[in-house]
């Protein structure tokens, strides 16, 4: 065991948990008054319920022994056996550490989930998709890239959840999207951000998280720590420009909103990449990522699915292209765990990525309709138009955001 | 009696008052309101999304004077809140038909 690295991976487990109430409040910046209690509610729910969860199943489910290449057994179930002693093939640390800082991974992926659904969705049905959801999309995901599982085997690369955490979460919030409809009044009435500075500091908290989320996903406070955190940081100051110049020429007026957002995409997009990419190309992809991710915010218009607060353009584009730029820019010389992508002579890479990129979208896209279904035949998900029009401050929690 | 009601620029609410208390009046009512008349509105951005927004925020400004009054605090409040671009806005004058002061039961026009 080593102790900077123990010491290392503890404060970053406490920078992924502070993702959690920063997503909060930058989604809830974002909705309207009425709807700012329920928004927030979600992501700090999540923390309380999410965590129990992963520590009575989620954590075996995800890192128990291997079951065919696709989910981990009941070795830790209760966290049996998970204790001060290291892991078996993470020698650094306890494993409590390593099981804990993987907690607040398995905690934010839902709660970037509710982006897609708010304003309109019940707390109770919410509640109990949150749980299924991490049960058998979030654990599974997690066992097929970091547990041993078959994506892992195949040879993708994600170095701290390109496809765990944001293409998963994205693929999810697009079925739930579809499945719960528009919300009463979109394309009608004007839906604006009630409180910007609030959504400004929470993708400051993001930002500032992540760092814990990349860096840390080294598990080791070394060198490739450190280059993930410079990358991370890199691409997130490239998107930002990035998102902000293609929306100054396209609506005339470089917007707030817009500079925090293309962060958040650069954030995303660089994920996958952070410990397998040099910081120029992170500069790239994050300077794409900024204009695909605000594209990707237009496509909602186009097909017609009312993703309230953009999970699918920025952390399912975001997150697509992240995963498949590893494949150009990896180079084991920044990492000799990983592979060299196509720009360093592999081409396969990219195929395997790309691979990687189908099956994530394709199992969480499935699996999330199935279990929509399910939660609104037990107890509903949407809710009614007089609760929707009241605002699910007032209507599910009664409680007001603001007392002016 | 007449009641003065002033819709017109918020920042313009500092100048009517201190115009309408030199001219000898002892109080008035003020509130934020948003409306539009021929100003136009201005166009916001959320995610390359356009929305246009009508209402401009103004100020409106209530007050009851006595009726030989009315005339000349008209002209004052005219005076004070003018700018000559549109969206000065407009003075409404109608007929009030009672005031009561609540701490004296005073009525009439030594209660305004």
Not at chain 2, 59 to 72: M, N, S
Request: proline share 3%.
């Amino acid at each position: 065991m080593n102790a900077a690295d123990t010491g290392f991976i503890l404060i970053c487990a406490a920078l992924v948990m502070f993702m959690t109430p920063g997503l909060a409040l930058f989604y809830g910046g974002m909705v309207r008054a009425k709807n700012v209690l329920g928004t927030v509610m979600h992501s700090m729910v999540i923390l309380g319920v999410v965590s129990i969860v992963w520590a009575v199943i989620g954590y075996t489910l995800s890192f128990g022994s291997d079951i065919g290449g696709l989910i981990g057994g009941m070795d830790f179930f209760a966290l049996n056996g998970v204790g001060l002693e290291p892991k078996e093939g993470v020698d650094n640390l306890p494993h409590l550490a390593f099981m804990v800082f993987q907690c607040m991974f398995a905690v934010i992926t839902p709660a970037l989930i509710t982006g897609a659904f708010a304003e309109r969705i019940k707390f109770t049905g919410f509640l109990l998709f949150t749980v299924l959801w991490v049960i058998f999309v979030y654990s599974p995901m997690c066992h097929w890239v970091w547990g041993g599982g078959w994506l892992a085997g195949f040879g993708a690369l994600d170095f701290a959840g390109g496809a765990v955490v944001h293409m998963s979460s994205a693929a999810s919030a697009l079925a739930c999207a579809i499945y719960l409809g528009k919300r009463s009044g979109y394309g009608k009435q004007p839906f604006m951000p009630h409180n910007l500075p609030l959504t400004v500091l929470g993708a400051a908290i993001l930002w500032f998280g992540w760092f814990g989320f990349n860096a840390g996903s080294a598990l080791a406070a070394n060198g490739l720590a450190a280059s993930a955190f410079t990358t991370t940081h890199m691409a997130a100051a490239a998107a930002a420009i990035g998102w902000m110049v293609v929306e100054w020429i396209h609506r005339g007026k470089p917007t707030t909103l817009g500079f925090v957002s293309g962060a958040v995409a650069g954030l995303v997009a660089i994920t996958p990449a952070a410990g397998f990419v040099t910081v120029m190309p992170a500069i790239v992809i994050g300077l794409l990522a900024g204009g695909i991710c605000y594209g990707g915010v237009l496509l909602k218009h186009l097909f017609g699915y009312d993703d309230s607060l953009d999970v699918v353009g920025i952390h399912g584009l975001g997150g697509t292209w992240g995963a498949l730029a590893t494949g150009l820019f990896a180079t084991t010389v920044v990492n000799e765990a990983g592979s060299n992508g196509l720009f360093y002579g592999n081409p396969g890479q990219l195929w395997i990525q790309f691979v990687s990129v189908v099956a994530t979208w394709a199992f969480c896209f499935v699996m999330t309709m199935i279990l929509l279904k399910i939660v609104d035949v037990v107890c509903g998900l949407r809710v009614n138009s007089e609760d929707e029009n009241k605002g699910l401050d007032v209507s599910q929690h009664s409680e007001v955001g603001y007392q002016l | 009696m007449k009641k003065i009601e002033v819709i017109t620029r918020p920042y313009k609410l500092d100048e009517v008052k201190e115009a309408l208390t030199a001219a000898g009046i002892k109080g008035m009512t003020v509130s934020e309101v948003k409306g539009f008349g021929r100003q136009r509105g201005h166009t916001e951005v959320y995610r390359g999304a356009e929305y246009q927004v009508d209402f401009v925020p103004k100020v409106k400004i209530e007050l009851v004077v006595e009726d030989a009054l009315a005339a000349e605090v008209i002209k004052t409040i005219q005076n004070a809140a003018r700018t000559g671009e549109v969206g000065d806005g407009k003075i409404f004058v109608s007929h009030i038909e009672e005031v009561v002061r609540i701490r004296t039961g005073e009525t009439g026009n030594s209660a305004v």
